[in-house]
């Protein structure tokens, strides 16, 4: 049976078996472990996890962010939140700064130790996504992107299309 799944002879997307189903989950997994295993090396240097390194990513993508906003995007409890962010406060990678519009804000910046532990660990990433980019190929790229976003929640799409707004 083809394993592969697209124009060339394969199998029509349309008709997809529950096999080539769990063929696919089982390499998102796969892949999310290649993924997330440059980046668990680094966070393991300084005792932090995934979580944290979600927390630095988005504060990166979007200095100023409240603490709700990040709430929204991550998708936790407020108390896990809370536990990721003490720590990341306490280890002198973000701060908390008084909201200049409502003093009952508290915006969340990367310090300098931050966006160095942020540089490292998305670079490691990027490296990855280029080398697998270059190895599928444009149409793939497009595709694979097209399965992501058809994949996310309805709210989930809503925050990142506005991130890749602030980008264009």
Not at 83 to 112: H, P, Q, S, W
Not at 116 to 130: C, D, G, T
Not at 134 to 139: M, S
């Amino acid at each position: 049976m083809n394993d592969r799944i697209g124009s060339g002879g394969g199998p029509s997307l349309l008709f997809l078996t529950d096999e080539q189903l769990r063929q696919g989950i089982e390499a998102m997994y796969f892949a999310y472990r290649g993924f997330t295993a440059d980046p668990d090396r680094i966070l393991d240097k300084y005792r932090l996890g995934r979580a944290h390194h979600r927390a630095i990513h988005f504060i990166h993508r979007s200095p100023a962010t409240t603490v709700n906003n990040l709430l929204s995007i991550l998708g936790v409890t407020k108390q896990s939140l809370n536990r990721v962010l003490r720590t990341l406060i306490e280890e002198g990678f973000v701060e908390v700064r008084v909201g200049t519009r409502d003093k009952r804000e508290r915006n969340l910046f990367l310090t300098a130790k931050g966006e160095a532990l942020e540089r490292e660990l998305s670079q490691v990433q990027r490296e990855r996504m280029r080398a697998a980019y270059r190895e599928a190929g444009p149409d793939a790229v497009r595709g694979f992107r097209t399965v992501l976003e058809a994949m996310m929640d309805p709210q989930m799409r809503r925050h990142f299309n506005g991130m890749k707004d602030r980008d264009e």
